[in-house]
């Protein structure tokens, strides 16, 4: 039996050659890394659920408060939902895994050191004479000769000659001292922290069935499985698959009251069926709206969506056992709204097929205003003053054929703003009030060259930059919602930026801009291609609001190349750098100068000879 042989954890005859508790320490670090951040989320929907929904509810206008309710319960975070569970039940598991294992790891007995006082058992700074007293007495008791059949006897009595020798021998002391045994350096691995069932033979087969599942089942079955379920949304959440809905049911010239089928028919609404407790309220909605119905364009129609957006944009009264589904029309159409926009700005001209272009695109966010506002008469602007009732609305527009578009009533102070005269003071006061919160929005387009001169020529990079200044937004507000009498749901102020050709019907590029603060911008970057006076129409249109767009015309010069010829501009950084040697040179310097001496040397003594010839011609 070896040195190393006698010493266990316990008394067993295993040998130290695995340790568990490492492993105890590993795993449990691991678990500890998993649990915070799943704590943290499940303390943050706890909190979010306490959280007010008000902020998330637009509660002015005519919206019904039935309505404004159930905007509030959509938004509001639930806290007791499947993957919360799920997520609680991990976190606990975890919890009282990682417990187990710090426990097991605390009660397991410390690796046996070699000592050879407690060997021996004798006081420290015991004597010689005292040491080899015990010596004997204890290799007298623990001798082989002794107790034959007895292997704990005999690794005793090894270590009862090796402590003697680590106290009674200089070598053998120093050694003890710098390695931990008598013997000097010994085989001492370190590995990886696993635990020791991983090793033990009877597990193999189980060990390597489990990493063969993880490895070639598990993993690759969840890479697939998540790219399946990601590959069918796009960036903004949006089910790629309506681009097929986009494609079929818009053309270059679609107009804002052909989209409510289009918009109807997306994905996102296909699990809204009219249930038997709907039929009354559907058939009543149905009747309401029955003109406005457009013809069918499709073999299949979700007509109780498409309903539902109509009855919406014409004010009309919404049965309450349909007001559930309406909400979730309300909530996911914006996004469906913007995705249809950008499809007909992206896949403006198809060889052979459709086109679509810029006038497809600037009728589909007139739809997403209408949307936004409840209106389904696109001149009705002024039903967008949160407080304007019908009858109040009627009233005007009886006496006033044209009262005046949103921008020219703005410019006008209060007490000149004829169209609202004729109504009771504390209604015109509070109209005036909206219609001053409307946004005032300013534009401002630079074109300029990306090399910082003033002529842009062939072949360089020049950029477009859009400054939008909302000259009346609130003070000290970091975010705004927008205002709208039917919309039940809070949403951020957005403006499309478009840089287009209005003549060939063509987008160039175009931008949402969320307004978060007084100023924001949009910009681009191109390079010039070809020479000339470049024509342009920048459209900024709300998404939200109703006759506030504003288009300006983009002019500027493409110079050619021979107008005006540039030096490349060098920065005195890089002027100072090429003084420098490069690392090359400063290794090779000495050598360098040697040779370029003795070229300089051979060089003079070539020019003296040639001198001497030519004087012995003379």
Known sequence: MSFRDTFTRDDSDSNLQYDDTASYYYISTILVVIAIPLAWNVVKNILASLKSSDEKVNRAGQI???????????????VITGGFLIKVFILIVVTLFTYQLLSRAASHKQLKGFDPYEILEV??????????????????????????????????????????????????????????????PGTFHVSIALPSFLVEKKNQVAVLVFFFLIILVVIPGGVVYWYNETSKYDEKGVINDNGKIFYAGLNENTIPKNLPEVLGHCYEFSEIPVLPSQQQDFFNLKREIEDEIPKKKYETRNMKTIMSIIGYLNRKPIGPTLQKDLLVVLKKSPVLIQSMAEFAMKFQKIKGAKSFGLRCALNIIDFGQMFFQGIWDQ?????????????SYQLVTKKFKKPGRIQELQSLPPDQRKCFQILDEPL???????????????????????????????????????????????????????????????????????????????????????????????????????????????????????????????????????????????????????????LWEQLLGPQQQNESDDEEEEEEEEDNNANTIAEKKK
Not at 64 to 78: F, N, P, R, V
Not at 125 to 138: C, D, N, P, S, V
Not at 166 to 180: H, I, P, Q, W
């Open 64 to 78: 019904s408060s039935d309505l404004i309710k159930g905007a509030a319960e959509m938004t509001k975070k639930k």
């Open 123 to 184: 006081e420290r700074g015991a004597t010689e004479k005292e040491i080899r007293r015990a010596y004997r007495a204890m290799a007298k008791r623990f001798h082989p000769d002794k107790n034959p059949d007895d292997p704990q006897a005999t690794a005793k009595f090894l270590l009862i000659t090796k402590a003697h020798e680590c106290l009674t021998d200089e070598k053998a002391k120093v050694n003890c001292e710098r390695f931990g045994n008598p013997d000097g």
């Open 379 to 391: 001149d009705a602007y002024l039903l967008q003053l949160p407080s304007f009732d019908a009858e």
């Open 428 to 582: 015109r006061n509070k109209l005036n009030q909206e219609l001053d919160a409307l946004p005032k929005l300013a534009v401002k387009v630079d074109v300029y060259s990306e090399e910082g001169v003033e002529k842009i020529i062939v072949g360089d990079f020049f950029n477009v930059r859009v400054r939008l200044t909302r000259e009346n937004f609130p003070e000290g507000a970091k975010s705004h919602s927008i205002s709208s009498a039917t919309y039940p749901f809070a949403y951020p102020e957005r403006w499309y930026v478009i840089f287009a050709s209005e003549d060939h019907n063509t987008v160039i590029w175009h931008s949402i801009v969320t307004v978060t603060k007084k100023e924001v911008e949009a910009s681009f970057k191109t390079r010039a291609e070809f020479e000339g006076k470049l024509k342009f129409d920048l459209f900024v249109k709300s998404e939200n609001y109703r006759e506030l767009d504003q288009k300006l015309n983009v002019e500027f010069t493409i110079y050619p190349e021979e107008t005006e010829k540039r030096e490349a501009a060098i920065h005195e950084e890089d002027k100072k750098l090429d003084k420098q040697p490069s």
